[in-house]
Each structure stands twice: as structure tokens, then as C-alpha cells.
């Protein structure tokens, strides 16, 4: 199947600063990313759709001043996580459409914990 | 997108077939059912998906009943790798721009 990679795979921050994810697909091009976010014995909580060249679509609830998304590229999509605190701890978790498939590959995830 | 219902846990002796269902009785005519594990602690991994048709790749088969109203997943011969969450996710192709919306999932786990 395809690959998708995310970096770094883990991150540990300081309250009130930002952190930034990568999601690249590696062999396939993807006009549409998504991000999701995990909290433990959860399921994956869709977060945002990321389109490459436009601005990112938001899920109800979820802030887009906070997580900021930008997909300039069609294999990277980049996540932001903007004055962190530790309610933001969680697993974030990316993947890319394949377009001709219509199907989703999944990156490994980042494990974000913030002091 | 229709909305899915599975058992929350599964056991299943290595080496044997693991079926696990998910019903889907509001599926309309355009869905696909797509089938998800996720590993503990990594992203989830894409098994398979279907339309109405049967389906088989290197690592499952998809049982989709006539009325397309319940499907199984099946795991030829389960090993303790198959140890995960299985997600049952209905879909319809070129709705909600792809947006994959994950339930509970079915924990299977594989006893040696």
C-alpha cells in the first residue's frame, strides 16, 4: 500500500509554545489530507481536511486559530499546534487520499506531550 | 455517511479464521464499506474495501450480504500480529471530500 510518514514521531514542548507536525506522502500525490487526534482508549476524532492550495476545512469544535494547517504541496501537509497546554497532549495522526482509489493510507502518528 | 455498529471485543486462536462483523443498515446505494486496523499506539492501516461484490486481497476478505446491510471481515489464518482494533467505516466515493468517520471499532485479540 502506500506510504504516508509524519515527523517528529514524538514530541515533548513546554506549555505556551508551538509545535509543528509534518505528514508526507511518499509515493503518491495527495490533493487532500486529513488530521486526527486520539486521547487514550479513544477512537480517532477527525480533526480537519487539509486541501493542497486552499485553506483547510475544520470539524465542528475544532479551532482553527489553535491548529493551524497548511498544505502547500501535494505530499505535505503540515499541522501546528499554536501555545500549547497540556490538554493538548494526545496522539495526532495524519493521512493522505489517494486520489484514483479514493482510499486513505494512515501515517504512523506523533505523540505530542506538552508540560 | 452511514453509520456502523460492531461488537467491542472479539477473541480468536492463532491460526484460525477470524470474522468479525459490522452491520450497517442504512448503508445507501453508492457507499463502500472500508475496512481499518489500528495496531496499538500506530496509525491505522487500510485492510480492504467493497461495493456489493465479495472481495479478497493478501490480507482479508470482505463478505458483503445481498441487502448490503451487514458485511464480515475476514482473517483466513489469524496471527498474534492480527492483534488490533478493527474499524468498520462506511463511505460514500466523492462524498464529504473522502472524511473518514471512526466508531469504537472491534478489539480483536489473538491468543496463541
Known amino acids: 500500500g502506500a506510504v504516508v510518514s509524519q515527523h517528529p514521531s514524538r514530541v515533548i514542548c513546554k506549555s505556551g509554545t508551538s509545535v509543528k507536525i509534518e505528514c508526507r506522502s511518499l509515493?503518491?500525490?495527495?490533493?487532500?489530507m486529513f488530521w486526527y487526534r486520539q486521547f487514550p482508549k479513544q477512537s480517532l476524532m477527525l480533526m480537519a481536511t487539509?486541501?493542497?492550495?486552499?485553506?483547510?476545512?475544520?470539524e465542528q469544535g475544532v479551532e482553527k486559530d489553535k491548529f493551524l494547517i497548511n498544505h502547500a504541496s501535494l505530499t505535505l501537509s503540515t499541522l501546528t499546534v499554536t501555545s500549547a497546554h497540556p490538554e493538548d497532549s494526545s496522539f495526532y495522526i495524519c493521512?493522505?487520499?489517494?486520489?484514483?482509489?479514493?482510499?486513505?493510507?494512515f501515517g504512523p502518528g506523533t505523540r505530542l506531550l506538552v508540560l | 455517511d452511514a453509520k456502523t455498529t460492531q461488537p467491542p471485543s472479539m477473541d480468536c486462536a492463532e491460526g484460525r479464521a477470524a470474522n468479525l462483523p459490522c452491520n450497517h443498515s442504512?448503508?445507501?446505494?453508492?457507499?463502500?464499506v472500508y475496512w481499518y486496523r489500528q495496531i496499538h499506539s500506530q496509525g491505522p492501516q487500510y485492510i480492504i474495501h467493497?461495493?456489493?461484490n465479495n472481495e479478497t486481497n493478501e490480507m482479508a476478505s470482505l463478505i458483503i450480504t445481498e441487502d448490503r446491510k451487514s458485511s464480515t471481515l475476514i482473517l483466513p489464518h489469524a496471527t498474534l500480529r492480527d492483534t488490533a482494533v478493527y474499524y468498520c467505516?462506511?463511505?460514500?466515493?466523492?462524498?464529504?471530500?473522502?472524511?473518514?468517520?471512526f466508531g469504537r471499532g472491534t478489539q480483536l485479540t489473538v491468543w496463541p
Open positions: 493521512s493522505a487520499r489517494e486520489t484514483l482509489l479514493e482510499t486513505q493510507y
Open positions: 509515493d503518491f500525490q495527495a490533493t487532500t
Open positions: 487539509s486541501n493542497e492550495g486552499s485553506k483547510a476545512t475544520y
Open positions: 442504512t448503508i445507501s446505494g453508492n457507499e463502500y
Open positions: 467493497g461495493l456489493k
Open positions: 467505516i462506511v463511505k460514500g466515493r466523492g462524498s464529504t471530500l473522502g472524511r473518514l468517520y
